[in-house]
């Protein structure tokens, strides 16, 4: 087969499997594409979500102490200060609620808690553990209790009720607490929610990585909320490789199925494999008898009689030609005339 033929044999394979190929490399790179674009979108989502996280716990810790600030600086005018000094709990209470902003409630109790104790179970168990933790700190204290059969939060803090211990309670609406949260964009593949123990008091996002949400969990200080956070699980890329790599391999897996389409219609040219000719047995230099079957042209011997006349060269014997040939003369009487050079005849 000629050359010819297996560069049009190569040529038509080529148009013919160029377009398959190419393909079948373009699949690769989608796949590898997408790969590096989930990866990708998944470590953006896991990043938005620990900034909504750590701004969420900034801003309910803000909240918080505000309204832990505002209790105790209502404790603190005269008018209340009086009218605990007296005794009186019930004027005590009404004084602090009229100087309290947004107050539902307000409670003075004793210091014994037996009114709670003596029904725990409808006195609610998260407000009786925030007196008590109010009775023993030296500030008002937040958490989320449940009040009249509501979700609320609770404010209280340790007073003196004439010469007997107490504890003021302030029952306020629970947007001031989760009104931070509501205001904080959650990816909607995400999850971030505002807890107390078991209880959810607010949530975004979806709600079925509830139960890997503490893994990214955050606590409020000693209040006992914490802000819980969770993404959905990062998915390896193939080969077991990250964003980066899947896209550097997408992008290679392109450029070589446009060259294998560009190649097949011929706008593209391919790199030709080099045919070596077979070796050839080494030729033997030709002897004197070869140079007598062989004569030189006449042109060519009357040219190089006239050269050797001008030189004094010595002549083939045998073929009246040049000595061109490299094959030594065997002749005695040939290698007895050397000294002088034969006259052509």
């Known amino acids: 087969m000629s050359k010819a ?51 969420a716990v900034q801003d309910i ?37 009229e100087r309290f ?7 003075v109790l004793s210091g014994d808690l037996a009114a709670a104790y003596d029904n725990p179970k409808d006195f609610g168990y998260a407000r009786l553990s925030l007196l008590e933790s109010a009775l023993v700190a030296e500030r008002a204290q937040v958490h989320v209790v449940r009040d009249a059969k509501q979700v609320r939060l609770g404010v209280a803090a340790a007073v003196r009720l004439g010469a007997q211990p107490a504890v003021a309670y302030a029952r306020l609406p629970l947007l001031r607490l989760t009104g931070p949260l509501d205001a904080i964009a959650v990816p909607g593949s995400a999850y971030l929610a505002l807890r107390q123990g078991s209880y959810n008091v607010a949530q975004q996002g979806d709600a079925v990585l509830g139960d890997a949400a503490e893994t990214l969990a955050r606590p409020l200080g000693n209040s006992g909320l914490r802000v819980a956070a969770a993404v959905p699980q990062r998915d390896d890329g193939p080969l077991g490789l990250g964003a980066v790599g899947c896209a550097i391999v997408a992008a290679l897996l392109l450029v070589i199925a446009v060259l294998l389409v560009l190649a097949s219609r011929g706008r593209v040219a ?54 061109r040939c490299s094959a030594p003369t065997t002749s005695v009487a040939w290698s007895a005339r050397t000294s002088t050079p034969a006259s052509p005849r």
């Open 5 to 55: 033929n297996e560069r049009r044999q190569s040529m038509s394979s080529v148009r013919t499997s160029g377009p398959v190929l190419g393909g079948v490399l373009v699949l690769l790179a989608a796949w590898f594409g997408w790969s590096s674009y989930t990866q990708w979108r998944q470590d953006a989502v896991a990043q938005e979500l620990e900034q909504a996280r750590d701004r």
């Open 270 to 323: 391919l790199p030709r494999r080099r045919v070596w000719p077979a070796s050839r047995p080494p030729t033997s230099p030709p002897s004197a008898r070869a140079c007598s079957t062989t004569p030189a042209l006449p042109a060519k011997r009357a040219r190089w009689r006239q050269m050797c006349r001008q030189r004094r060269r010595r002549w083939c014997r045998p073929c009246r030609s040049p000595p």
């Open 101 to 107: 902003k947004g107050a539902e409630d307000v409670q």
């Open 61 to 97: 810790s803000r909240a918080m102490a505000q309204q832990a600030s505002q209790l105790d600086a209502v404790l603190k005018q005269p008018q209340v200060i009086a009218a605990l000094a007296n005794g009186d709990a019930l004027a005590a209470a009404s004084s602090i609620r």
